[in-house]
Structure formats: C-alpha cells, structure tokens
C-alpha cells in the first residue's frame, strides 16, 4: 500500500505525483517538490486549510 498525491489533482498543470510507504514519508515528498517547483514557503505549508486541502487529495493504492 503506498500514499500518493497527484500535485494535478490540487488545481495546477503538473504531472508531479508524490509517494510514500506512509503518509509521512509521501508529505515529505509532497512538500519539498511544492518548495522547490511551485515555490511555495514552509509558512504556507503550515496553514492549516492548505493542510486539509492535501490531506483531501491523498489516495491510498
Ligand atoms: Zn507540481
């Protein structure tokens, strides 16, 4: 079983999918992939909304 979060799924014109064996290791992924591509800051990966948003998009395969 594996977490994935497609970086499509939360509005932007990216093929980036994250992964990870848990939901950790997969927001980890997720996060340094948002800071370097789509710039965002760790203050913006804090907020909480944002933070449900993407737990809204993950998928369990
Ligand atoms: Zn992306």
Same mark, same amino acid.
């Given at each position: ?9 939360? &509005? ?11 939901? *950790?290791? /997969?927001?980890?992924?997720?996060? #340094? ?5 789509? &710039? ?11 933070? *449900?948003? /993407?737990?809204?998009?993950?998928? #369990?395969?």
């Amino acid at each position: 079983m594996a977490y994935t979060l497609a970086c499509r799924d939360s &509005g932007v014109d990216c093929p980036y999918v994250a992964r990870g064996e848990t939901f *950790e290791e /997969m927001w980890k992924n997720a996060s #340094k992939h948002v800071k370097e591509v789509h &710039g965002y800051t760790d203050k913006q990966l804090n907020d909480p909304k944002l933070k *449900e948003k /993407m737990k809204s998009l993950v998928k #369990k395969t």
